[in-house]
């Protein structure tokens, strides 16, 4: 039977908010069925439920078990999206190395790995260092790299701090010219980005690619 695409986001949206994992799995391989972009099913569909579901938990309405099964249906549905999402890769040019992790502290690995994801589909090698990265992490894998920028991700107020860190880190041995550093999560924006001397902000993945771009000169 056929579903609309405002069906199906709905779908992926109540999946999420009714901790129904093998409902969202169902809603997203009916998203790739129907060629809905999975971008999109990610930002209108998902994103909006978990986001539902941190208020709740902010309410204290909800607690973290909860807010654990919501997180994994909706790292089950993005599993079953993501694949789509890099599709275009091929045998494309790599438009620069890009290293990647979220901060020391923080373990929200979701949107992190879909900025991950949609900068491999765009063209550029990813190197994704996981979560809860400590400042000299990054810029030891950046070396290794040779990477061109350096992206984190933070969620939580008190953890974006280490965005900071790692620009005064950089700074300190001298590292800071060598690297474009992008920031980006829940609690950063444009102001925070340029308090801190960072080079770049995106507030989805796909500005954040945009940026990326941006950041090498590249169109
Ligand atoms: C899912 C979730 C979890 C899951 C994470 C699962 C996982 N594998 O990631 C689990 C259950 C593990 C979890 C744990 C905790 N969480 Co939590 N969590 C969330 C929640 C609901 C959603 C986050 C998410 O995935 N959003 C969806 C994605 C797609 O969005 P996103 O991450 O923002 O990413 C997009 C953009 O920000 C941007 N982006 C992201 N990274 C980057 C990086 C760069 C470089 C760029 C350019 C862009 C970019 O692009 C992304 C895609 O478009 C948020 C609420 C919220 N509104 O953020 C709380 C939230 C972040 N969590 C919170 C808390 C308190 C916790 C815990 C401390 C709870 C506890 N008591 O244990 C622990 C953290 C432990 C730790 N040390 O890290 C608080 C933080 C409060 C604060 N302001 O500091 C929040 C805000 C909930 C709340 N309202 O209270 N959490």
Same mark, same amino acid.
């Given at each position: $039977? ?18 129904? %994992? %093998?409902?969202?799995? &169902? ?20 994103? =909006?439920?978990?986001? #539902? ?11 973290? =078990? ?13 599993? *079953?999206?993501? =694949? !789509?999402? @890099? ?18 502290? @923080? ?10 994801? $949609? ?8 190197? @994704? ?7 000299? &992490?990054?810029?030891?894998?950046? %070396?290794?790299?040779? !990477?061109?920028? *350096?992206?984190?991700? !933070?969620?939580?107020?008190?953890? /974006?701090?280490?965005?900071? @860190? ?11 010219? &060598? ?7 829940? =609690?950063?924006? #444009? ?15 796909? /500005? ?12």
């Amino acid at each position: $039977m056929h579903m609309s695409k405002e069906e199906i986001l709905k779908e992926l949206r109540e999946g999420v908010l009714n901790y129904d %994992e %093998e409902r969202v799995k &169902k809603a997203a391989m009916r998203a790739l069925e129907e060629g809905i972009d999975p971008f999109l099913a990610i930002k209108e569909g998902l994103t =909006p439920a978990i986001n #539902e579901i941190g208020k709740k938990f902010e309410r204290m309405e909800i607690f973290l =078990p909860q807010l654990t099964i919501a997180a994994k249906a909706m790292e089950a549905g993005v599993a *079953i999206l993501e =694949p !789509a999402l @890099d599709k275009s890769q091929g045998e494309k040019v790599k438009l620069g190395k890009v290293v990647i992790g979220t901060v020391q502290g @923080d373990i929200h690995s979701i949107g992190k790995n879909i900025v991950a994801t $949609m900068l491999r589909a765009a063209g550029f090698e990813v190197i @994704d260092l996981g979560v809860d990265v400590a400042v000299d &992490k990054f810029l030891e894998a950046a %070396e290794r790299a040779k !990477a061109d920028i *350096i992206a984190a991700s !933070a969620l939580m107020s008190f953890t /974006k701090v280490m965005q900071r @860190d790692l620009v005064e880190y950089l700074k300190s041995v001298g590292a800071r010219d &060598k690297y474009k550093l992008m920031v980006g999560g829940g =609690p950063v924006n #444009e102001e925070w980005a340029r308090e801190i001397g960072a080079d770049g902000y995106a507030e989805d993945a796909i /500005k954040a690619v945009k940026v990326a771009k941006e950041l090498l000169g590249l169109k």
